[in-house]
């Protein structure tokens, strides 16, 4: 039962949102907050390439047809599920379901993707290469994506400009990581718990900013409870449609069990890290805290089902383990 808890992660990020409620930054302060929190996220994204080893990256490109299926469940059975929950935009705000089909085009964590992968006794390699590529790939993806299903509806176009901020704020810094990682990827690797706190700082600062745009827009004065229930219920379903689909699609096509943990813990997930900065850019203007609202929603249930699945899957290898070993 405790793992179905919110984590401590979560309860700032609730934290943020009430802060953001109470006392709302606005005018030239959020101005300079704004800046700060694009360098911190930019640093963020220089610390995820500087921890990322070039040689655990080429294990996991070995195993193409893994790869492969994942980056075909985050960025096209996802968008085709998100593009289905359409049937249901009538009952929501027009925001919140821009919110549930932006983060069905949104890259999969990393983290907590690879942490539930070793948890559950799956791919590591291949679960750290996989998350990090969807990250990488949709820094180009995404915005793709949007302008194909968003643009279509008229709800927001994709500019070369536009491309180049979300480049500027979270491609360029991880490369510059990856070009400094044979220096500083050890010194960054063994400091995890130091440099944990930053992480989740500058995600926080993010969600801040754009919640206190939010409230200064009304959201709390249009969005009903009503709402709030059915936008859990359609995160809940989605995560759950993904789930049975990345598991028997990893047995269709003859993964083992450690890969097909893999495909799992990897091709479920939505990243919170990457997708508050891309929103702010590609929707900037408009309800940005509306839009992003589902995909925090979306965070905690994933991190609360995947926690209690990968539990499953360890209880299960034990089992195995037992059974296999002579008396």
């Known amino acids: 039962m405790k793992r179905l808890l919110p984590d401590t992660f979560t309860w700032l990020l609730i934290g943020a949102v009430l802060l953001a409620s109470l006392l709302p930054i606005s005018g030239e302060p959020a101005e300079w907050f704004s800046v700060a929190t694009n360098v911190a996220i930019a640093l963020l994204f220089f610390l995820h390439g ?4 070039t040689d655990v990256v080429v294990a996991g490109f070995l195993h193409w047809r893994l790869q492969l299926f994942i980056l075909a469940m985050t960025f096209a059975v996802f968008p085709l599920l998100g593009l289905g929950l359409g049937l249901f935009s009538w009952l929501i705000d027009g925001p919140l379901y821009l919110g ?4 069905c085009v949104l890259p999969s964590t990393v983290q907590s993707s690879i942490a539930f992968t070793s948890i559950a006794g799956g791919n590591v390699p291949a679960a750290i290469c996989a998350a990090s590529t969807s990250n990488i790939l949709g820094i180009f993806l995404t915005p793709a994506l949007v302008a194909l299903l968003f643009s279509a509806g008229g709800h927001v176009g994709v500019s070369f400009d536009m491309i180049w901020k979300i480049m500027l704020q979270l491609f360029l810094p991880f490369v510059a990581g990856q070009l400094l990682q044979p220096f500083i990827g050890n010194w960054i690797r063994s400091k995890k718990t130091l440099l944990t706190p930053f992480d989740r700082g500058s995600i926080l600062m993010v969600v801040y900013l754009a919640f206190s745009e939010a409230v200064t827009e009304g959201i709390w004065h249009r969005l009903a409870a009503g709402d709030l229930a059915l936008l ?3 995160d809940g379903l989605l995560l759950g449609a993904v789930l049975v689909l990345t598991s028997l699609g990893a047995k269709l096509f003859g993964f083992n069990r ?16 990457s997708g508050v900065p891309m929103a702010s850019v590609i ?10 609202l589902p995909l925090m929603l979306f ?10 699945l990968a539990r499953v899957y360890a209880d299960r290898r034990k089992a195995l383990e037992a059974g296999a070993t002579p008396v």
């Open 232 to 234: 859990i219920l359609l």
């Open 258 to 273: 450690e890969d097909s943990i893999t495909a799992v813990f990897c091709g479920s997930k939505k990243s919170l890290a």
């Open 100 to 103: 549930l089909l932006f983060l």
């Open 283 to 292: 929707f900037a203007g408009q309800s940005i805290g509306a839009i992003v």
């Open 299 to 308: 965070h905690q249930i994933q991190l609360m089902v995947c926690a209690w």
């Open 50 to 53: 500087a921890r990322l080893s």
